[in-house]
């Protein structure tokens, strides 16, 4: 089993929808972090969570530490969304290495 | 300010030959950290540093070696490739002393293809 799992692994969405991208982790962790990765290559960190709720424009992003599971949320999706998106957390096990979730890729149609 | 740059963007080599890969932080940043991305493995994190010292290392081959200078530029090595070894490159640096505790920037990676 992954340390951290994300679903769905893929997902198309009509433009105007809200999207919701879930993940889960089974390590203790410092921090989680969303990153959105275009075609090409580049990365992005979103989000950097150790508790509660950050929001950006229109992505929200929101950590349950007792659960262990982090969830994103675009609202008013357009397709410049599209993309993967990974989940990634600093784990206080195994050396405190950084471990990346599979990513769930996105695509959003106009 | 200027990103993380990586150098070269694009890389070719045989199998047994060695490679280096440059990474240069955003001015300011003390962390840099160096992932490996292919399509069966997804995300890995290989090492990290800090004011020149290697802080942690992934689980990957005695191969895999890097290092950072004073300037907290980073350079990390591969020797004797293997067609495996083929992957995009990532570096990422931070303010922080810990990566993963801080927002982390990424470079725009280097694509290694291992022939």
């Known amino acids: 089993k992954n340390e951290v799992e994300q679903s769905p692994q893929n997902l198309t969405a009509q433009e105007g929808e809200f999207i919701t991208i879930n993940c889960s982790y089974s390590?203790?962790?410092?921090?989680l972090h969303w990153l959105q990765q275009h075609p090409g290559g580049g990365i992005v960190s979103l989000f950097m969570l150790s508790s509660g709720k950050k929001k950006h424009g229109r992505l929200i992003a929101t950590i349950n530490i007792q659960e262990k599971h982090s969830s994103l949320h675009i609202t008013a999706s357009h397709p410049r969304d599209s993309a993967v998106y990974i989940c990634a957390v600093r784990s206080n096990n195994y050396g405190q290495n950084f471990v990346f979730g599979p990513g769930t890729r996105l695509s959003v149609l106009p | 300010k200027a990103g993380v740059t990586q150098t070269p963007r694009y890389l070719i080599k045989t199998r047994g030959q060695q490679v280096t890969l440059s990474c240069s932080p955003i001015s300011g940043h003390r962390s840099v950290s160096w992932y490996q991305q292919t399509p069966g493995q997804g995300l890995q994190f290989l090492f990290e540093y800090f004011s020149e010292t290697q802080r942690n290392k992934g689980n990957f081959p005695g191969r895999f070696s890097g290092r950072q200078f004073s300037n907290s530029r980073s350079e990390m090595n591969v020797s004797t490739l293997e067609l495996g070894d083929s992957a995009l490159y990532l570096c990422a640096s931070s303010l922080g002393q810990v990566v993963g505790t801080d927002t982390q920037y990424f470079g725009p990676g280097t694509r290694l293809t291992v022939l």
């Open positions: 390590v203790g962790i410092s921090a």
